[in-house]
C-alpha cells in the first residue's frame, strides 16, 4: 500500500477519496525539517500547504514519486530540487479563487466603511451612548462615516482565476476595474503597461500574484508615496510582495489610508512585525482562501492529482512537466 503523509491535515473529503483508492494516508505529527525528514523516507507521495519542502526533506524522500501542493503558490516547494529527483509537483489551480475574491471584497468594505473604527468605539465608548442620543449622531461626532464602493476605481494586480472572480464581484458593486498583469493579451477591464501609471488611479489596490523574484519586494516606499493618500491596499497573495516595513510608515504617515494583509514575510509574523501598530490596518491568518467550500475543493483537488499520476495520468495542473516527458522517453 503506498503511503501519501499530509504535512497538514486536508479536508476528510480529501483524505477518504486516497483511503477509497487503496493509499494509506498518514498527518505528519510535526513540520520541522527533522520530523518531515524522517516521515518522508517511505511515503510515495506528500500533500502539503504552508509548510516549507525544503531540498534535504525532498532528499529524505527515498521513494518520492510526487509532491502536491494543497493549493496554488509553490514558493515553499523546492521545484528544481524535486526535478532533480525526478519527482513530480503538482498544484491546485483556482479552487479557492472565490473565497479570495470575496474576501478582498469583504476588506474593502470594512476599511471604506469604518467598521473596525466603528466597532471599537462603540465597546470603548457604550457607556456615553444613551447621552448621545443617536447613533448616526455618534457616527458623525466621531467620524465614522464611511465611503462606498460604487464609483471607485479597483486597480487588480495580478488577473488570474482569482482576479478574474474579484473583477466580477467589483463590477457588481459598480466599481470601476482596471488591472496590471504583463501575461496577458486580453483582459476583460483595462490593462495598464506600466505598474507605475497605475498606482496613483487606484482608490483600492488589491495584489493578487505569485511570489517571484519579479514581485518580490514590488511595493516599497516608492509606490506608494505615488498613491492617493485616501487609497487603501489588500495583499491576499504573498508576504514578501509588499515591503512591509515601508506599508507600516505609509499607514502611520497617511500616505494611504488603511490596508488589509493575510499573508507576510516571514509567516507566521515575527511579534515585532510593524504591521502590529500601523493604522487602520486588518491583519488576518492566512485566510482568505480557507472557506470550507474552498478547503474542500483543495483536498479534494490534490488528492485527485496523486491518484491521477499512480494510475499514469498526467494531473491536472503539474508544474514541472518534463518530468513527465523523460518517464515516457
Same mark, same amino acid.
Given at each position: ?54 531540498? $534535504? ?43 479570495? !475574491? ?21 465597546? $470603548? *465608548? *457604550? ?24 464609483? *471607485? ?14 473583477? *466580477? ?67 491576499? !497573495? ?20 488603511? !490596508? ?42 490534490? !488528492? ?26
Amino acid at each position: 500500500m503506498k503511503k501519501v503523509l499530509l504535512s497538514e491535515k486536508i479536508d476528510d473529503k480529501g483524505i477518504q477519496l486516497l483511503k477509497d483508492n487503496g493509499f494509506d494516508v498518514q498527518v505528519s505529527v510535526g513540520t520541522d525539517v527533522e520530523t518531515m525528514k524522517k516521515e518522508i523516507k517511505d511515503a510515495y507521495a506528500v500533500i502539503m500547504r504552508s509548510s516549507e519542502l525544503p531540498a $534535504e526533506v525532498i532528499d529524505a524522500g527515498e521513494n518520492l514519486k510526487i509532491i502536491s501542493r494543497n493549493g496554488t503558490g509553490i514558493n515553499n516547494v523546492d521545484v528544481d530540487e524535486a526535478t532533480k529527483k525526478n519527482i513530480l509537483v503538482a498544484k491546485v489551480n483556482g479552487a479557492n479563487a472565490f473565497a479570495v !475574491a470575496e474576501y478582498v471584497m469583504t476588506t474593502m468594505l470594512m476599511l471604506s466603511r469604518k467598521v473596525l473604527a466603528s466597532n471599537k468605539l462603540i465597546h $470603548e *465608548k *457604550k457607556d456615553e451612548l444613551a447621552e448621545i442620543g443617536s447613533l448616526p449622531g455618534f457616527s458623525t461626532q466621531f467620524n465614522l462615516n464611511g465611503n462606498e464602493l460604487r464609483g *471607485k476605481t479597483l486597480a487588480i494586480l495580478g488577473l488570474g482565476k482569482i482576479g478574474r472572480e474579484l473583477v *466580477k464581484l467589483a463590477q457588481a458593486f459598480g466599481m470601476n476595474v482596471v488591472g496590471y498583469d504583463p501575461y496577458l493579451k486580453e483582459s476583460p477591464v483595462k490593462l495598464y503597461k506600466n505598474l507605475k501609471d497605475i498606482y496613483p488611479v487606484a482608490d483600492f489596490l488589491s495584489i493578487n500574484m505569485p511570489l517571484t523574484p519579479e514581485t518580490k519586494n514590488m511595493i516599497t516606499a516608492d509606490e506608494l508615496a505615488t498613491m492617493k493618500d485616501s487609497a487603501f491596499i489588500i495583499n491576499s !497573495a504573498r508576504g514578501g510582495i509588499i515591503n512591509e516595513n515601508d506599508l507600516a510608515a505609509a499607514l502611520n504617515a497617511g500616505t494611504i489610508a488603511g !490596508a488589509a494583509v493575510d499573508s507576510f514575510n516571514p509567516e507566521p509574523p515575527a511579534p515585532d512585525n510593524p504591521l502590529f501598530t500601523s493604522k487602520n490596518t486588518i491583519l488576518t491568518s492566512h485566510m482568505a482562501g480557507t472557506t470550507v467550500e474552498a478547503n474542500q475543493a483543495l483536498g479534494l483537488g490534490a !488528492a485527485q492529482a496523486i491518484i491521477d499520476f499512480s494510475n499514469g495520468k498526467v494531473p491536472e495542473f503539474p508544474v514541472n512537466q518534463e518530468i513527465l516527458a523523460s518517464e515516457n522517453k
